[in-house]
């Protein structure tokens, strides 16, 4: 789970200690699961509250899977020494962070190296943090481990530290994080000229002023395309800012074919969402693919795709395609 999210669009891309010897128990669980079960299994919710709940029970869950040395002592609440979870907060408002606490009877090194050997069952270490010896800040080490993401939530991860407590003792914290995704569409609410191109009318020789496209009539407020199936399509690609300024760098005809495995990519974009999400984008020049799909039956549905910087999927009503935490 990284801590800053990293806003990018899948089309331009088609997160030593010595181990000693030592018991080991799991945590207490309050599901009732056994320790090391996986993940459980859950359907997509389809409102926020659905998914918070469901985010919530995943974040309970990765904190039943934190293994503890034996003679620990469960605290009240977090200690001075670790403040907040072992790889810092995700910049999000619709985070899970389900914590607990405990006082372990083991000096800081041997405490330290007893964590690093045992990982949770089933996760996968993603990142680790400690403080050197000498420095100003108090020691502590610490490990990030990841679980998949699911549809009501977009990352999941078990966060694991350990800080001294005087000269024979430590104190661990664990954090069950999961941040859960609002299935509710982001309103497309570009300002500036848009864009709605006929298939036979080729594509347009400069997207200079374009704010993306429209269009009217279709309401696509819950999918980024409709339903059916393609027979054609037609790919503008422009230069942004480079090269030709915002001329048309290669235009692609598609049979129906290949209009049904770009439409089928598209639909397939995520378009649930993180609540406040805190975004860092890379550079964005400006460049952007026009897509006209031609449906029998109906009108040209346009998509436009910003293919760097925050990047994304538009078609007018609502937008898809950013990263997920």
Not at 78 to 97: F, N, Y
Not at 178 to 188: E, G, H, S, T
Not at 257 to 276: D, F, K, Y
């Amino acid at each position: 789970m990284r801590r800053t999210l990293i806003a990018v669009t899948g089309w331009a891309a088609v997160m030593c200690l010595v181990a000693v010897g030592c018991g080991s128990m799991a945590a207490p669980t309050q599901s009732g699961r056994r320790p090391g079960t996986e993940l459980a299994r859950t359907q997509p919710a389809p409102t926020g509250a659905g998914n918070r709940k469901l985010a919530r029970a995943a974040a309970a869950r990765l904190l039943a899977l934190v293994p503890l040395p034996s003679h620990v002592q469960l605290l009240s609440s977090a200690p001075r020494a670790l403040p907040g979870p072992a790889m810092g907060t995700p910049g999000v408002t619709s985070l899970i962070d389900d914590s607990r606490s405990w006082r372990i009877s083991m000096p800081f090194t041997a405490a330290a190296a007893w964590l690093a050997a045992h990982r949770p069952a089933g996760l996968r270490r993603t990142g680790s943090e400690g403080t050197p010896v000498g420095t100003v800040r108090p020691l502590t080490a610490g490990y990030g481990y990841a679980a998949k993401g699911k549809a009501a939530w977009g990352s999941a991860e078990l966060d694991v530290a350990v800080a001294p407590d005087g000269p024979g003792a430590s104190v661990l914290r664990a954090d069950g994080l999961a941040i859960w995704l609002d299935p509710v569409p982001v309103k497309d609410i570009a300002t500036g000229r848009r864009l709605h191109v006929r298939l036979s009318a080729g594509c347009p020789a400069s997207d200079e002023g374009v704010a993306g496209v429209r269009n009217p009539g279709l309401g696509l407020t819950r999918s980024l395309l409709p339903s059916g199936r393609p027979d054609a399509a037609l790919r503008c690609l422009y230069y942004g800012m480079n090269g030709h300024p915002f001329r048309l760098h290669e235009q692609q005809r598609l049979d129906a074919a290949q209009a049904r495995v770009l439409a089928a990519w598209i639909r397939v974009t995520p378009i649930s969402h993180p609540v406040g999400a805190t975004y860092m984008c890379p550079m964005d020049d400006g460049s952007a693919d026009l897509i006209v799909f031609a449906y029998p039956g109906q009108p040209n549905v346009d998509v436009w795709v910003r293919t760097n910087g925050c990047g994304g999927t538009f078609n007018g009503y609502i937008e898809g395609g950013r990263a997920l935490p």
